[in-house]
């Protein structure tokens, strides 16, 4: 079974803007960040977002301070689903470092993509006139304009 059925959904890939064909495996070389506590916590935040969301208040009120309030107010079975997501975020945070180069990197990597199949897009001649590739390439003059006034 896929551990992460909404991350690997090709509405979620960035393996390709052209075509729609995403890699058969995920995650794959265009997956944003690999860091597996990482992939959990954003396929979690499709999945559950209130849990998601909820767990992120949490560990940022025990991070503040570890005997806070917030853990005596859960219920046990609270607890018990809470604990593991309250840990999962303290070790993204603690390897957050290596995850921010990873992502940045990726970035420029999707942004450096989008402008390679932008410019395919735009070259195929068999795509003229059609009005989402004429928008985009209005698109891109008006954005190269700004940058010559800038
Ligand atoms: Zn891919």
């Known amino acids: 079974m896929n551990a992460y059925p909404n991350l690997s959904h090709p509405s979620q890939r960035w393996c390709g803007i052209n075509y729609g064909v995403v890699c058969p495996n995920f995650p794959c070389k265009h997956t944003e960040c690999t860091d597996p506590d990482w992939l959990e916590a954003c396929e979690e935040a499709i999945e559950k977002p209130e849990e998601h969301e909820r767990a992120w208040h949490i560990y940022l009120a025990l991070a503040k301070d570890p005997f806070s309030i917030v853990k005596k107010q859960l219920r046990p079975e609270e607890l018990a689903l809470y604990k593991p997501r309250v840990e999962r975020y303290h070790r993204i945070m603690t390897n957050y470092p290596k995850i921010k180069q990873e992502l940045r990197e990726s970035w420029a ?20 006139g059609d009005p989402d590739v004429e928008a985009l390439r209005e698109e891109k003059i008006k954005a190269s304009l700004r940058r010559v006034k800038l």
Do not use: A, G, H, Y
């Open 109 to 128: 990597r999707q942004q450096l993509q989008t402008m390679e199949d932008e410019d395919e897009l735009l070259n195929d001649e068999s795509l003229r």
